[in-house]
C-alpha cells in the first residue's frame, strides 16, 4: 500500500476517488471550511483530513476553531516569504494561533517553511513535544538541525525527480522519519512541466517512491514497508487513532 502524507484534491472528488481506488492512504489538507467539508464527504476509511489556515490565506481567512478542534491534523500551516506577498506580520500571529491549538490538543501538524526555515526552527524549540511532518522541504539549509529534532517526520515531494537538493534530503532523513507526498495533482503539474490527468496520479506517486528507493540504496518494497510502519507510528502517538 502507497501512503501519500499530504495531498489536495482542490475540490475534486475524482481525485479522492482515484487514491481510493488505487488503495492508497493519505493525508487531505483543506485550508477553508469548505475544503475541509467536502474533503471529509468524500474521503474514506484510509483517508485523513487535515484543516489549517496556509501561509498565502492568512490574509484572507479567519482560523476556524471549531475545524481545529475537530480535523486529525493540523496543516498545513508555516511562514513563507518566497511565494506569497502576503506579510509576515499579518503570517505570525495566524500560524502562532494554529501551532498553540494543536500543543493544547496534542495534535500532529503539516509545517510549510519557504523562506523561513531559521524562523520556524527557532520558534519549534517551545514545543518539544509536538509531533511535525515538515511537508516538501527543499531548503539547503538547516536540513541536518530539523532531522535531530525529536517527534519530527518529513514528507519528500515530487520535485526529489529533479531537485539535487530534495534528492540529497531524501538520503539524509532517518527511515523512522520519512514519508512520500504528491502535494496534489498542481504539483506534479509543476514538476514535470506538463498537464497531469488524475488517471497518472498513482503512477507518478509510485515513481516518486521509486526515485527515493534508488536514493536510499533500497527496494521499492522496503520503502513501502517502512513507509507504512512510520504511518502506523504517527496513527499510535497522535490523537488521531
Same mark, same amino acid.
Given at each position: 500500500?502507497?501512503?501519500?502524507?499530504?495531498?489536495?484534491?482542490?475540490?475534486?472528488?475524482?481525485?479522492?476517488? +482515484?487514491?481510493?481506488?488505487?488503495? @492508497?492512504?493519505?493525508?487531505?489538507? +483543506?485550508?477553508?471550511?469548505? &475544503?475541509?467539508?467536502?474533503? $471529509?464527504?468524500? +474521503?474514506?476509511?484510509? $483517508?485523513?483530513?487535515?484543516?489549517?489556515?496556509?501561509?498565502?490565506?492568512? &490574509? *484572507? $481567512? =479567519?482560523?476556524?476553531?471549531?475545524?481545529?478542534? /475537530?480535523?486529525?491534523?493540523?496543516? %498545513?500551516?508555516?511562514?513563507? !516569504?518566497?511565494?506569497?506577498?502576503?506579510?509576515? /506580520?499579518?503570517? *505570525?500571529?495566524?500560524?502562532?494561533?494554529?501551532?498553540?491549538?494543536?500543543?493544547?490538543?496534542?495534535?500532529?501538524?503539516?509545517?510549510? !517553511?519557504?523562506?523561513?526555515?531559521?524562523?520556524?526552527?527557532?520558534?519549534?524549540?517551545?514545543?518539544? $513535544?509536538? /509531533?511535525?511532518?515538515?511537508?516538501?522541504?527543499?531548503?539547503?539549509?538547516?536540513?541536518?538541525?530539523?532531522?535531530?529534532?525529536?517527534?519530527?517526520?518529513?514528507?519528500?515531494?515530487?520535485?526529489?525527480?529533479?531537485?539535487?537538493?530534495?534528492?540529497?534530503?531524501?538520503?539524509?532523513?532517518?527511515?523512522?522519519?520519512?514519508?512520500? &507526498?504528491?502535494?496534489?495533482?498542481?504539483?506534479?503539474?509543476? =514538476?514535470?512541466?506538463? /498537464?497531469?490527468?488524475?488517471? %497518472?496520479?498513482?503512477? @507518478?506517486?509510485?515513481?516518486?517512491?521509486?526515485?527515493?528507493?534508488?536514493?536510499?540504496? @533500497?527496494?521499492?518494497?522496503?520503502? &513501502?514497508?517502512?513507509?507504512?510502519?512510520?504511518?502506523?507510528?504517527?496513527?499510535?502517538?497522535?490523537?488521531?487513532?
Amino acid at each position: 500500500m502507497l501512503i501519500d502524507m499530504h495531498s489536495h484534491s482542490d475540490g475534486n472528488a475524482k481525485f479522492i476517488g +482515484a487514491q481510493q481506488a488505487n488503495h @492508497i492512504a493519505s493525508i487531505l489538507n +483543506a485550508t477553508t471550511t469548505d &475544503e475541509f467539508q467536502f474533503n $471529509q464527504q468524500y +474521503a474514506g476509511m484510509q $483517508q485523513l483530513v487535515s484543516y489549517g489556515v496556509h501561509p498565502w490565506e492568512s &490574509e *484572507r $481567512q =479567519v482560523v476556524d476553531q471549531q475545524l481545529l478542534a /475537530t480535523a486529525s491534523i493540523i496543516g %498545513e500551516i508555516g511562514l513563507d !516569504t518566497e511565494w506569497t506577498d502576503v506579510p509576515l /506580520t499579518i503570517q *505570525r500571529p495566524v500560524f502562532m494561533q494554529q501551532l498553540q491549538a494543536a500543543q493544547q490538543q496534542h495534535k500532529p501538524v503539516i509545517l510549510h !517553511t519557504k523562506g523561513c526555515e531559521a524562523e520556524i526552527l527557532a520558534i519549534l524549540k517551545a514545543y518539544p $513535544q509536538l /509531533t511535525i511532518l515538515v511537508h516538501w522541504y527543499s531548503s539547503k539549509l538547516y536540513q541536518d538541525e530539523y532531522v535531530r529534532r525529536p517527534n519530527s517526520y518529513f514528507s519528500i515531494g515530487p520535485d526529489v525527480l529533479t531537485d539535487p537538493v530534495v534528492q540529497k534530503f531524501a538520503k539524509k532523513v532517518a527511515p523512522t522519519q520519512l514519508f512520500i &507526498e504528491s502535494d496534489g495533482l498542481e504539483s506534479f503539474t509543476w =514538476v514535470l512541466n506538463r /498537464t497531469v490527468d488524475i488517471s %497518472e496520479y498513482a503512477i @507518478i506517486l509510485k515513481s516518486v517512491y521509486q526515485k527515493v528507493a534508488q536514493l536510499r540504496s @533500497i527496494t521499492l518494497e522496503k520503502l &513501502e514497508e517502512q513507509i507504512q510502519m512510520n504511518w502506523q507510528q504517527l496513527l499510535a502517538t497522535s490523537i488521531i487513532n
